[in-house]
């Protein structure tokens, strides 16, 4: 390789000895390598003389020819070497919601504006497909509600988030500053069927176990606007994290719970073999802007959509 660096300056120049300054090397060096690659091929390259040299044709073919490759050879270890270090490729996100404002999206949008050379790839869906994608290595990274226990794959909690109750403006819980789970016994929920919906219905029975009435629950195949258009309109009620609150809205109310344990946490899912730099850098960035968020928690906090 460094042969035909050498011989590509030596045609370039014309000229050992500025072949040799360009290079930052002894001309002696640049002569002998020259020499050596004209008695290997068994060509002779460059016709000397008292000025400096001159191509043969045979020289002016082979020079154009590894002219091309040796640019594609610099493109290839300039690409490897970006790759290595996460700043080119492709990136496959797996997430439950991309609210503007919202923890995930600030994430995505920082990601993005430092490693503009990677292409993100967003799926939604719902948490049990975000994993099987994952299992079949269609997605290298999954962002899910709760802190679920996989044996076979990496976690890490990014961010946490309130729950809140989302009711009808007319309700007449709507005036309270904050609302408890006996407040809702008897009320009708709705959820989703995509997106963090089953997690939603599994933690409203989860609450509301062994209290009377026993809850009903409406599943439907809608967006979590549509969805939260339809509590303004009095079709029941449902539960969210604090960042949906960022979404517009009309004729509808967020209240905190009072009683609940904690904040739901949003956790980070990846395969134990994918190592890339890629994945390593979204991770790093997402603790970092975890630990550097003045209010962990709350409306920079992910979306625990409604259903």
Known sequence: MTSLIQTLAVAEYLNFRNAANALGVAQSSVS???????????????ERHARGVRLTEAGRRFVERIAAGVDQLDHAVKTAGM??????????????????????????????EDHPGI??????????????????????????????????????????????????????LAGQSAITWADLVGETFLVRHGGT??????????????????????????ERGTLLS????????TIVGAATALL????????????????????????????????????????KMSRDSDSPGQSRGGDYPAG
């Not at 080119?88 to 995930?104: N, T």
């Not at 990274?141 to 890490?156: I, M, N, Q, S, Y």
Request: proline residues 8%; aromatic residues 8%; negative net charge.
């Open 197 to 222: 919906g089953p997690q939603v219905h599994d933690h409203i029975v989860l609450r509301l176990a062994g209290r009377w009435p026993a809850p009903s629950i409406l599943r439907f195949d809608v």
């Open 248 to 287: 517009p809205s009309a004729g509808i109310v967020f209240l905190p719970f009072a009683d609940e344990p904690e904040p739901i946490a949003f956790t980070a899912i990846w395969s134990p073999f994918n190592r890339s730099a890629t994945l390593q850098n979204l991770l790093d960035l997402a603790g």
């Open 119 to 172: 292409e993100v790839d967003i799926t939604e869906g719902t948490a049990r497909d975000a994993v099987m994608q994952l299992r079949a290595d269609r997605l290298d990274v999954a962002f899910v509600a709760g802190k679920p226990e996989l044996p076979d794959c990496h976690t890490r909690p990014i961010w946490t988030e309130p729950l809140m109750a989302v009711l009808p403006d007319g309700h007449r």
């Open 32 to 46: 002998a390598r020259v020499k050596a690659l004209e008695e290997d091929l068994g060509i002779l390259l460059f």
């Open 230 to 237: 339809m509590v303004g309109q009095g079709f029941g009620i």
């Open 83 to 112: 790759a290595a270090a996460g700043e080119c490729g492709r990136l496959r996100v797996g997430i439950h919601a991309l609210i503007p404002g919202s923890f995930l999206s600030e994430l995505i949008a920082q990601y993005r």
